[in-house]
């Protein structure tokens, strides 16, 4: 932040149990909530005995903090264990079921049709609280409710990863508090009711309205990159549209974020800055009022929720002159918003805000020491580019663990569209309000429409200039945990300089160095096995350090080995066809396809695959090779594949179906 937003004294004490707190929502492990409880009273109670003689005595002091760190700890993971949704189990061939659900967000359209995220009150007669994904042929109203008939094995359990390191969607749609995916294909089996949520679809039938006048006036990639920055709805933005954003290291400005809120504040408190001193009551209700209502507008996305909370504290401690860190503001904000939704904390973009906000906070008065010009337009230059790089010392990690690639590009861009942004947003939220009033925007939507085709021209030009795009990087989490650690040694080296670096800054700093030297003791030793499927045909990735050999009996996309290369640092991927008998380490691999016959003499196999459908007995073949595991590995029809299940059961052989179980890995 800007040295004269005023929060420059010390982090109040709240703050470190605020991230304590947080770091229970994030810890992996799970335990019995009662015995959670029990460790959270009783270290409540320890932590309020210690309170007094705290005051006196440093000794009570560190105990004070350490039990109030990790009473905020246990009460955080509880909260987590106690918010997190139960999902239903989903049988492969799931039967019929009535539904009753609302239709909620909308997603982008896929070949399966179009997407809605629907909130299910109703499954057969039985009341639920359900989120799904709903796939349909048709079109459906946010906020209206429906009525629902699916056919056998139309619902699907959420989607498994079927290779390491490939993005898990059913993960991402579980954290989104999704349960399962519902497929009806036939329109006829949908019907409304008389009866609809106005929370939800009034926003929709606005965005919609203001949508449809934007087409009008707007051009077609102007239109696009509109409904993202003013609306949030980036569905309309085509595939060479976005990539050009990401190239041109811009792509931030495409989601309403902080950025967004903050230009939005700056407008509404020089709009209202008349009442701001003799109406400060009405000043505060107008500007707070219209975030909200903003936030609204945009159907509450993650994305627009924390920056509005965000910039809300924000405005209260500015008005209020409250001498308050902007650490402590970041940090209420957040534990604000997971106390309301706890699973935001694992949302890329919930972390990207994050970390670009608190490195601005840190780093921003730091860069300014280097040098800052007493020209005011200098000034300005000056500024837009120190919170640029400021904000990339926090974000680049996280971006090149979730996305593996980065572009230097953001310089120049930043420095060329955020001025031509803040007017485009600034004639943007004038329009929406002149539309929202039933007035005539004509005439701001033709300089709109100037200003983004002037700032589209300066991203495509950007983005074909390719200005230090680095992609397909191997980075993985040690890496990123290191830069972290690397990060807050060299914040307190920078500060203080390194006479003054307290201890735990130098810990920080060889614990990065030692977080930093895993991953490429693990790039040249690591060995690993992966059995799993690829368009319903067996797929085996062998990896020997730096080299990856692929084993199939079908074309393969690159985009397989591309993963392991991000993640593992994996340099070359030999192609080879798929081996009947082979050989890891110890366990013995044994292939079974359609034409397969049983041998006559005895053979023994560790690990039994079953490909398609080998017409063989399989009591026969189990006395001969006598596994310890059997494995469906692909196109295995379902009569088939229940009838092995059975007999598996009865002989009590573990089995695993890489069709709906996922991948395997040794």
Known sequence: MPAQSGFRTAIPPLA???????????????????ELLVAGLVLTGIWVITHWPARRRPFFRTVFFLTGMLTALVWGRIYRQLRQPVFPR????????????????????????????????????LPVDEKALLYVADSLIPGQYYT????????????????????????????????????????????EFN????????????????????????????????????????????????????DAGVVHILAISGMHIGILLFFLRALFAPFRFRYK??????V??????????????????????????????WEGQRDVHGLYILLLSAFVILMIQPLMILDVGFQLSFAAVASIILFFPLLKRLYYPSVKVWRYVVDLTYVSVAAQFGVIPLILYYFHRFSFGFLLSNLLVIPMLTIA?????????????????????????????????????VSAWQIGVFKNVWFDGYMMAAWMAALVAIYVWWKKGMRQMPLWAWISMVLAIWLASIPFYKRHYMRSLVLTTYKGKPLLLHREGRRL??????????????????????????????????????????????????????????????????????????????????????????????????????????????????????
């Open 16 to 34: 470190y149990f605020i991230v304590a707190w947080i770091a229970g929502l994030v810890w992996p492990a799970t335990f019995p909530v009662n």
């Open 281 to 286: 009551w009405l000043y505060h209700t107008l």
């Open 288 to 317: 707070l009022g219209i975030l909200w209502f903003y936030a609204w507008l945009t159907g509450f996305s993650p994305s627009v929720l924390r920056a509005v909370i965000m910039f809300g504290f924000f405005q209260l401690a």
């Open 425 to 461: 947003l600034g004639l943007g939220f004038t329009a929406i309000g002149l539309i929202l009033f039933h007035l005539p925007a004509g005439w701001i939507l033709a300089l709109l429409d100037k200003v983004l085709e002037g700032m589209l021209i300066i991203i495509r030009h």
């Open 195 to 246: 009866r609809i949520n106005r929370w939800r679809h009034f926003p929709y039938r606005w965005r919609e309205r203001i949508k449809k006048i934007f087409r009008k006036y707007l051009s077609a990639d102007s239109f696009r990159v509109a409904s993202a920055l003013l609306l949030g709805d980036r569905r309309e933005l085509t595939y060479d549209l976005r990539e050009a954003f990401v």
């Open 90 to 125: 989903v049988a492969t061939y799931e039967a019929p079921h009535v539904w009753g659900f609302q239709a909620g967000e909308v997603l982008k359209s896929t070949a399966a049709g179009k997407r809605y995220f629907v909130y299910v009150y109703r499954r057969d007669s």
């Open 549 to 666: 050999s692929v084993y199939a009996d079908t074309a393969v996309p690159p985009a397989i080995a591309l993963h392991y290369r991000q993640q593992t640092g994996t340099d070359t991927a030999e192609y080879h066809p798929f081996p009947l008998f082979f050989r890891y380490d110890t366990l013995r691999f044994r292939l079974f396809r359609d034409d397969a016959v049983i041998p006559s003499d005895t053979f023994h196999s560790d690990i039994l695959m079953l490909y398609h459908s080998p017409k063989i007995h399989l009591d026969m073949l189990l006395n001969h090779a006598h596994p310890q595991k059997v494995i469906f590995a692909g196109s295995n029809s379902y009569f088939i594949r229940n009838h092995w299940q059975q007999t598996l059961n009865r002989r009590r052989i573990p089995f695993h179906d890489l069709q709906t179980a996922g991948y395997l890995e040794w």
């Open 148 to 191: 629902a008939v699916s056919a056998a094995g139309e619902m699907v359990a959420l989607p498994r990863p079927y290779y390491p390191y490939a993005f898990d969607y059913g993960n991402y749609l579980r954290h989104k508090g999704v349960a399962y995916r519902l497929f009806v294909k036939d329109p006829s089996r949908i019907r």
